[in-house]
DNA sequence: AGCGTTGCAGCAAGCGCTTTCTATACAGGG
DNA sequence: CCCTGTATAGAAAGCGCTTGCTGCAACGCT
């Protein structure tokens, strides 16, 4: 019924070793011999089994990206970035690997299923993106599992996630910390002494690192932070929304929120405007990550731009071993603060 | 080096036929067998082989999502509700088989190259979302490949995207011209003669009926429409903003601006605020999808909801064999007109 | 002329699993 | 007590491909 490639052979007048050759390039073949070939691959609409293939060869041309919600940019920009590279260089259209992203949902046995189903298809790469579960069980298994994966030979890269403890997982982090702490010292800097704080899911790594930021800029300025202040939620806008109001709630005369990113941010200035504040004259808003809607927020979100693409890009290349790793296995990259309308001077 | 069905076998004093047949369960086996076959499976912490199943079985058990543009909400929904069904019923964290999505970028090539990559996977199932590029020579290329994924026993589904003529395809579409139209004639009602129309790329069926949903609105009023009013972008935020930029140019007086989808509907309300226009009160503007941040833009879109999720999980559940495919193999889902405050009564 | 090279193609042994067919063991009926 | 039926396990034949090794011309060197 399907055609193999010993009927490709037949065709050819071939055996089928020189097809595989022929197929694979790896291995000096006529030109007349393999014109003939590649004639009946087309005549015949042949189409490699690929399970055969990575049986025989004992590798595979999948690579995976697991990714915490494929509905939220922030992923999605590092997740093509990745794909246009391991599909080939130069953006050629497809290239020889099959890239595909895995929706973890931020659920810890989704990852680790998505892992084990990447083993099992013998994947030449995997590149784990976005923050963390802090769970220190997970963290165990999650290393395991990339350990594992490393001795069966495929390469696994980290971007925008903190390295894999005991694991040769090359790691490309964002500098969520120093990045947080910039963005609020620029608020302090504006004259903000009251500072509301909407973190996202209390147990991820990118929650922590930021707020630790958040915090040590207060620190560094004597300001006292008030537990009411934090509100942790989702990194979606819903939760900026609520949590917005919650804080107004706990402390009315806040005069600035810093959200967990940008989502987040959008979603306290729906909720700001609705409770009749203005932006940023009554209260100044600040994000995180710089993603394309941002910039045309109304106002204009002021936030760290983290450079998703270019990490994406890079992990990619590295996971192709196209690129050498960084010194150490692990890079930073640092963040930079974009200041725009949604932050100013607070009027009280 | 890595563990084999022989060596859990060996531990488990048993033929690997027997282990085998535990793993996949379709054949009896004792219980006290099966325990010390699962026990042996732990220990020796055994992964099974994809391929070597694959090609022994003649079946695998990937899932692949083709997407347009996996940096947009728009696919991010229904990648994610497509994915949450074929991982496991009832939102199993992660189930047996590996759904992954692909992006093709909205390139023909991309998408042609895709769809060879899971055939040579020996995919189960493939569903591709979004609108198709109207270009014969591809669409006569994608439906065979269909066709030939078909053939080899893969479930084919399309999301949110025309049927394809000659193919076993299951098709769910959206209804993109009974939406427009009903959008279109929203904004006439309120009094609107002069609305500019921003598309999206021009060979997409997407682009295509939705604005011919548009006209068919302005012709039931008796509206002509000035040629000068549309203008073809891409499905992004900039394009939303240069394109309405552009209209403005052409024609100052228009009252209301309709985006081919929310994204760039936000980018013509960016562009029209930096221009001193009010939102509605000068120029109203209208969106289409409804995706979450529509709902808290400033002001709040006026947009048509379309069923990503539903969508996306039907398409799941069919592609899994697990939901009968609709009479006739398509089925058409309406979107719902949501007013909201970016529409008004133009005052002039 | 003899012989080591070089260049290209074929042989055949797997890769690790599934599955058909066969074998064995035991239970119960005649 | 033999025969049939039922339940369970094993033997072995591939699935379609890759690749190490062998084979064999043609070539150029001494």
């Known amino acids: 019924m399907t055609v193999t490639l010993a009927d490709v052979a037949a065709r050819a007048q071939v055996s089928p070793a020189t097809v595989s050759r022929v197929l694979n390039g790896n291995y000096p073949v006529a030109a007349s011999t393999r014109e003939r070939v590649l004639r009946a691959v087309d005549e015949l609409d042949y189409v490699l089994n690929g399970p055969a293939s990575a049986l025989a060869a004992a590798t595979s041309d999948l690579v995976g990206i697991l990714v915490n919600d494929i509905a939220d940019p922030f992923f999605g920009i590092m997740a093509s970035a990745i794909q246009s590279e391991v599909s080939g260089p130069g953006g050629r259209a497809g290239g020889e690997r099959l890239a595909v992203v895995c929706n973890t949902g931020g659920s810890p046995e989704r990852e680790l299923t998505y892992l084990t189903l990447l083993q099992r298809q013998r994947a030449a790469a995997v590149v784990l993106t976005g923050g963390a579960v802090e769970n220190p069980a997970h963290l165990a298994a999650v290393s395991a599992k990339l350990r594992r994966l490393a001795d069966a030979g495929t390469r696994v890269v980290l971007c925008g996630r903190p390295p894999a403890p005991d694991t040769s997982a090359i790691a490309l982090t964002f500098d969520n910390r120093g990045g947080g702490q910039e963005l609020t010292e620029h608020l302090i800097g504006l ?25 040590a800029a207060l620190a560094v300025h004597g300001i006292e932070e008030d537990p009411r202040w934090t509100v942790y939620g989702r990194y979606d806008r819903r939760s900026g929304y609520e949590a917005t109001l919650e804080l107004l709630r706990r402390d009315p005369s806040l005069t600035a929120v810093v959200a967990a990113n940008d989502s987040v941010a959008i979603g306290a200035c729906a909720a700001l405007r609705e409770s009749g504040r203005r932006i940023p004259d009554d209260v100044s808003v ?63």
């Open 191 to 215: 004259g903000h002494r009251r500072l509301g704080y909407i973190a996202g899911p209390e147990e991820r790594t990118t929650t922590r690192h930021r707020l630790e930021g958040h915090r």
């Open 286 to 348: 600040a994000g995180f990550d710089d993603l394309p809607f941002s910039v045309d927020a109304w106002p204009s979100l002021t936030t760290v731009r983290l450079p998703l693409a270019e990490a994406g890009a890079r992990a990619g290349r590295i996971a192709m071993g196209r690129e050498e790793p960084p010194p150490g296995g692990i890079a930073t990259a640092r963040g930079e603060l974009m200041v725009r309308g949604s932050s100013g001077v607070p009027r009280k």
